[in-house]
Structures are given as C-alpha cells and as structure tokens.
C-alpha cells in the first residue's frame, strides 16, 4: 500500500509542477524537496524496519547518480534549475521499481529501472521538444521554409540517407536492414533538428523583460557590470539572487532573457510510461 500511496504523491507533484512549468516557467522548490524528503525518510524506515540498509543505499546511490549527471544538463543550459531538483527528488523516491505496482502494470524491467526512467526522459523530452518547438514557430507566426533556407545544409547529409537506404534494399538480414535504415534517418535528421533548433531558438526564445521581474535561474544573453565589477556572466548557468540585487542596482531598466523549455510534462509522460509499460526497447 506505501508503494501505491508514492505512487500517487509523485504523480500529483509532477501535475502541479508540470502546470506550474508551463505557467510561469518555475518549479516550486518545496515540490522537489518534499519528494527528496520522503523518498529518503521511506528509504531509512524500510531500511530500520527490515534491517537491510540496501533501501537506504539504493535511494542515496540514485540521488547522487542522477544529480550529478542533471547538473552536468543544468551547467551546459540544457535543464533549469528546477528540472534538475524535480528528478532528484522522483529517483530518490523510486531508486528500483516499486514491487506493490506489479499487482497493477507489467512493465518490461529488464534493466534497472533508474535506467528505464533516464532513458524515457530522454526519449520523450526530445519529443516533446520539438512538438514545443513546433507550437513556438507557429504562435510567433515564423516561416521556417524560409528561415532554413538561410542555413547550409550539406548534401552529404541528404545523400547518405539515400545510400544506406539502397543498401538495405539488398540486405537480406533483417537487423543490419532495420540497422542501416536507422543510420540513415539519424544521418538525415541530425542535421535538420539542429537547423530547427537554432531557429526555434533565435526566434522565439528571446524575449526583454524589466530588470524588477527577474527570478532566480533567468538566463540573460550579455555580461553585465556594477561599479565596473562583472557581476553577471553570459555563460553562466542561470542568475542567482545575490545577482538580482546587484543588478537591480544598475542602471537597467530591462534585459534580454532567453526561455527555456518547460521541460517538467515531459518528466511526467516519462515517468507514467516508465511506470506502465517500463523499458520500450526490448533486450
């Protein structure tokens, strides 16, 4: 019944931030620090009761894991700041599978299941990025046939897919056909993607807002100074609040500050498919 009971609290929390992501492009902190909270405090009492320090283990082991690999995606501008917290908190709260949910799903686990989770995060963020990309480009009314055309695209990129594909053709065994027709598509579509995502990201993620409306983790697109002391770098990951203050100091009235994506609905299909159906490629 604890498992079903987790269950649902990491669900609800992820509905609230996903709306809250959407709304305001935050995730309140006491969201991911509740789940880190109860996933640690349900760890140490299966751990006590049992007498088995492998709960604890798995939960600390996942945290740390996952925590570090998040803010390697924070400090490259990949994830906010609250992404990284939110995923911290659901592995600290399910390191492996929770047994009580098989007696409802049957996923496929046959691999770890913190490693069925990442993957699906991956998998459906990259989806669900480029749906977003998509509704970007059409609210701001941008021309993306025309704007491609302003980027070279090598037509290596256009005849490989093409080679590999006449290959396939010939090939009789059937993995090396599914194998060559994947490097093909992956050829074609790397390139594309990253064109999309450049003019996804110029066009519409850039927006000027007033100094007095910045929150911590904003990521502003110049250095700024005080008292000609840097106290914002461009490269830096996100503003902190000291930085706010300082600012607010200056003489500016607005700023450029690029959007991220609000990455936290993804998590949320990620994590009910983890849950539901497990592993989608089966070993």
């Given at each position: 019944?604890?498992?079903?009971?987790?269950?649902?609290?990491?669900?609800?929390?992820?509905?609230?931030?996903?709306?809250?992501?959407?709304?305001?492009?935050?995730?309140?902190?006491?969201?991911?620090?509740?789940?880190?909270?109860?996933?640690?405090?349900?760890?140490?009492?299966?751990?006590?009761?049992?007498?088995?320090?492998?709960?604890?283990?798995?939960?600390?082991?996942?945290?740390?894991?996952?925590?570090?690999?998040?803010?390697?995606?924070?400090?490259?501008?990949?994830?906010?700041?609250?992404?990284?917290?939110?995923?911290?908190?659901?592995?600290?709260?399910?390191?492996?599978?929770?047994?009580?949910?098989?007696?409802?799903?049957?996923?496929?686990?046959?691999?770890?299941?913190?490693?069925?989770?990442?993957?699906?995060?991956?998998?459906?963020?990259?989806?669900?990025?480029?749906?977003?990309?998509?509704?970007?480009?059409?609210?701001?009314?941008?021309?993306?046939?025309?704007?491609?055309?302003?980027?070279?695209?090598?037509?290596?990129?256009?005849?490989?897919?093409?080679?590999?594909?006449?290959?396939?053709?010939?090939?009789?065994?059937?993995?090396?056909?599914?194998?060559?027709?994947?490097?093909?598509?992956?050829?074609?579509?790397?390139?594309?993607?990253?064109?999309?995502?450049?003019?996804?990201?110029?066009?519409?993620?850039?927006?000027?807002?007033?100094v007095k409306k910045l929150t911590?983790?904003?990521?502003?697109?110049?250095?700024?100074?005080?008292?000609?002391?840097?106290?914002?770098?461009?490269?830096?990951?996100?503003?902190?609040?000291?930085?706010?203050?300082?600012?607010?100091?200056?003489?500016?009235?607005?700023?450029?500050?690029?959007?991220g994506v609000p990455f936290i609905?993804?998590?949320?299909?990620?994590?009910?498919?983890?849950?539901?159906?497990?592993?989608?490629?089966?070993?």
């Open positions: 019944m604890i498992d079903v009971l987790l269950f649902i609290i990491a669900l609800v929390w992820l509905i609230f931030a996903s709306i809250s992501d959407l709304k305001t492009r935050e995730v309140p902190d006491w969201l991911s620090y509740s789940l880190i909270i109860i996933g640690f405090g349900n760890a140490l009492l299966k751990s006590l009761i049992l007498g088995d320090i492998k709960f604890l283990f798995y939960s600390l082991a996942a945290f740390s894991l996952v925590f570090l690999f998040s803010a390697l995606l924070y400090y490259t501008k990949q994830w906010g700041g609250g992404d990284v917290k939110l995923i911290a908190g659901l592995v600290t709260l399910f390191p492996v599978y929770p047994e009580e949910l098989l007696n409802y799903f049957g996923p496929n686990l046959d691999i770890p299941f913190i490693l069925i989770l990442f993957l699906n995060i991956i998998i459906f963020g990259a989806l669900y990025s480029i749906v977003y990309g998509i509704y970007l480009l059409i609210k701001n009314k941008i021309d993306f046939l025309n704007e491609i055309k302003k980027y070279d695209i090598k037509k290596i990129y256009l005849i490989s897919p093409l080679v590999t594909l006449i290959i396939s053709i010939f090939t009789k065994d059937l993995f090396l056909k599914l194998f060559l027709l994947s490097i093909g598509i992956l050829i074609l579509i790397t390139p594309m993607l990253t064109v999309f995502v450049k003019i996804v990201e110029k066009k519409c993620m850039f927006k000027k807002i007033p911590e983790g904003d990521w502003i697109n110049k250095n700024i100074y005080y008292k000609n002391k840097l106290i914002y770098n461009k490269n830096s990951p996100g503003i902190t609040k000291l930085q706010i203050v300082l600012i607010k100091k200056t003489k500016l009235k607005d700023v450029i500050v690029k959007e609905p993804s998590f949320l299909i990620a994590f009910l498919i983890s849950i539901i159906i497990g592993n989608l490629f089966k070993i």
